[in-house]
């Protein structure tokens, strides 16, 4: 079994940076691929962004270039860095381990 528990989440102005965490327990291997994914209001889930090991990256094309993901093996956690936020970024960011999702954090980007 694996839990995972998103934190950082918030109300940021257009432009603005937040920080999400993920605190993972359980069966967890650094070879994990490790990703996020996001859910706008009415829409469907997106995905933002995943890690393999320890600094394998990939990024959706609407973040690329602005946001970071990391991940600290040592300490089962995983971060998004997000700069230069857009009101379209505003969701539901869930982190997830191939078949487990934390219950998610909602970011709102809003004047």
């Known amino acids: 079994q694996v839990q995972l528990v998103e934190s950082g989440g918030g109300l940021v102005q257009p432009g603005g940076s937040l920080r999400l965490s993920c605190a993972a327990s359980?069966?967890?291997?650094?070879?994990?691929?490790m990703e996020w994914y996001r859910q706008a209001p009415g829409k469907e889930h997106e995905w933002v962004a995943r890690i393999r090991g320890s600094s394998g990256t990939q990024y959706a094309v609407s973040v690329k270039g602005r946001f970071t993901i990391s991940r600290d093996n040592a300490k089962n956690t995983m971060s998004l860095q997000m700069n230069s936020l857009k009101p379209e970024d505003t969701g539901v960011y869930y982190c997830t381990i191939g078949a487990y999702w934390g219950k998610g954090i909602l970011v709102t980007v809003s004047s």
């Open positions: 359980g069966s967890i291997f650094s070879t994990n691929i």
